[in-house]
């Protein structure tokens, strides 16, 4: 798939800097996540910058896995990382599954604050700059600039 | 994830060391709160010192036990989160729901 960032921003010189499959088990998200903040790393991201990419490509991942894939490991999730000159950070992750209505995820602050679930997605709207949802939510592309 | 846990003046302290995050790390956090729980140790002081993230299923956790500790009579008390630890439980709009101390000995007197 092409990137294509709504906000409007120059994204030239787009380049990928990490790509990863993994099996849809909760036990492979926390390697996934670390091998994103070490890319960060090296890319020189700051640490601030960096915890709240890694947060979210977490959380991104666990929707993936948990709901796109219902914990099957035999299917396959992708996460991709481009950064462009500017050192605006975009990351892709795709699941096989159906996809879900992330519209209609609500705002956790108006639920239950004891509920053990739901948060995810609102974390990733505001740890990151701009997020969208394609193919019914089975992709998800956000940027960080 | 490393968990240490402690007693001191009937309250439990339990001190974590690495990312809580989805998957075994949370696994074994939330077996510790329910060995607690279970125990009638409502009254717990959670290091959260080396904990540099929390995810969504971690804080899921966390509000679990809060609502099962407070039910009971007690609480669940943070000591030293990381910046981004408080900046996330703020983000959901969940830290002011608890008490943070800078050290354990303070938040321990705390419940006296």
């Not at chain 1, 991201?45 to 948990?66: D, F």
């Not at chain 1, 505001?126 to 998800?140: A, H, K, P, T, Y």
Request: some cysteine; glycine content about 8%.
């Amino acid at each position: 798939m092409s990137p294509a960032p709504t906000s409007g921003a120059n994204h030239s010189g787009l380049r990928s800097q990490l790509s990863l499959a993994i099996p849809a088990e909760a036990e492979q998200i926390a390697q996934a996540t670390d091998a994103v903040l070490a890319c960060l790393a090296n890319l020189k991201v700051e640490e601030e910058k960096s915890m709240a990419i890694g947060l979210a490509v977490q959380e991104a991942l666990a929707n993936a896995v948990t709901h796109g894939c219902q914990n099957d490991p035999s299917k396959t999730v992708q996460c991709e990382l481009s950064c462009d000159e500017g050192g605006h950070i975009l990351i892709v992750v795709t699941d096989p599954g159906p996809g879900f209505d992330f519209s209609a995820a609500p705002k956790p602050v108006v639920q239950d604050v004891y509920n053990d679930h739901g948060r995810g997605v609102f974390l990733i709207r505001q740890l990151m700059d701009e997020v969208s949802f394609e193919r019914g939510g089975s992709i998800i592309q956000m940027w960080k600039f | 994830m490393d968990i240490n846990m402690q007693r001191r003046s009937q309250v439990e302290i339990i001190q974590l060391r690495g990312p809580l995050r989805l998957g075994p790390a949370v696994n074994e956090f939330r077996q510790a709160l329910d060995q607690s729980l279970s125990n009638g140790d409502t009254r717990i002081v959670l290091d959260l010192a080396e904990v540099p993230m929390i995810d969504s299923s971690g804080i899921g956790v966390l509000m679990k036990s809060l609502a099962s500790a407070r039910q009971r009579g007690g609480n669940i008390k943070l000591v030293n989160p990381s910046k981004f630890a408080i900046q996330t439980l703020r983000m959901v709009g969940l830290l002011n729901l608890f008490e943070v101390f800078t050290d354990a000995d303070a938040a321990v007197a705390s419940f006296a």
